[in-house]
């Protein structure tokens, strides 16, 4: 360790993470690319584990943002009027809701993607009168207490030190193979012995993310949807990691052709980096008394600014074409990985941007990840053993830069395994 990083081992707290497995200090970072204080450069495929889908320091938001803030722009207004706050509900309502047929109403619950969960939870169980909610095993949703009530993770829920109550797991999309989930969880509801009561909610990824790179087909979606609708109950969709284009669409559920009640969104939605999230609701579900649901940060107009003018990717197709083009790049090499790797054991998981390789190896993909980082690239681990490497690009990677990136994943593989197998 050098003198320089001793710094956090002695003034951080032990519960810092990612530092562990990206040990260097960095000093700058500009689209897939960032650089620590020797120089060295990383490509990265991790993106602030997803809240960076734009890269690092856009040149037009970065623009924007100083140009506000050197018009002393108001900063913080928790959530009084302003004209960055007017800018981006008229933006997000006309490029991204209208043209997708959605009606919801914007709430802003605070910066991050744990406060957009509780207050979906908590507008639940207002709205029903009820007090369960599902979830499903490897889900991911927060680390306080409500979000975390819903997360699989056993590690995690253990941190809260109290019980984690009135949640009840279900299992997910191809949790049991050969086997169809949502048959299990109708019958849970049908059985007046089940000991599961209707629920006021069912909260879903469409993709996990720290559960592993599980994606639900799109069909389990809509069944899923369906049964929400015939007992009354509130489909969440958290869509703090998965959305902004992640998985191919704006919304991660789109090509399902579903249209949840609540929608939780947040890490990459200011389009910089910047703290921010949304709850939105389905417009006659708004029935919160004013103040109820509160915050001091639930204001970010600095975030206000980037996130509007991040919404110009998305003003016609032609952004959404190329994330899918370069998606297929993507699970092509993945899938190259496995075939020409049989030493791996792996498996492609994921969509679009949200890919990963699960390995039956006990602790190679930690190692995969581990020999990357020494050759230049920046990419995390997922799973409840953290057995899938994962690749998470900026949306708007060049193709040069997916493809070295490639070429640095695939020499950490060899490096570990046996030769590759050849024609």
Known sequence: ???????????????????????????????????????????????????????????????????YIMSDGITHSLDMASTAKAEFLNKFNDVILKPRNLDYKIMFPGPTGTNTVESALKLARKVTGRTDVISFTNGFHGMTIGSLSVTGNSMK??????????????????????????????????????????????????????????????EWLRKLESICKRWGILLIIDDVQAGVGRTGTFFSFERAGIKPDIICMSKSLSGYGLPFAVTLIRPDLDIWTPGEHN????????????????????????????????????????????????ELKGEVRGRGFMVGIASEVDGLSNKISAKAFELGLIMETAGPKDEVFKLFPPLTISEEGLKKGFEIIEESIKSLVKEPVTN
């Open 1 to 67: 360790m050098t003198q320089d990083m001793k710094v956090f081992e002695n003034l951080e707290s032990v519960v810092r993470s990612y530092v562990r497995s990206f040990p260097t200090i960095f000093t700058k970072a500009k689209g897939y690319k960032m650089w620590d204080e020797n120089g060295k450069e990383y490509i990265d495929f991790f993106a602030g584990a997803g809240a960076l889908n734009y890269g690092h320091n856009d040149q037009k938001m970065k623009e924007k943002l100083v140009e």
């Open 295 to 342: 915050g001091t940060f639930r204001g970010n107009n600095h975030a206000f600014i980037t996130a509007a003018a991040s919404l110009d990717y998305w003003k016609d197709d032609t952004f959404e074409k190329e994330v899918q083009a370069k998606s297929e790049m993507i699970y092509q090499f993945l899938t190259k990985m496995v075939e020409t790797y049989p």
């Open 157 to 218: 829920r253990k941190g809260a030190g109290i019980p984690l109550q009135n949640t009840v797991t279900m299992p997910y999309d191809n949790y049991v193979d050969n086997h169809d989930t949502l048959e299990y969880v109708e019958r849970f509801l049908e059985d007046s012995g089940s000991g599961v009561a209707i629920p006021a909610a069912m909260i879903v990824e469409t993709v996990q993310g720290e559960g592993g790179i599980n994606a639900a087909r799109f």
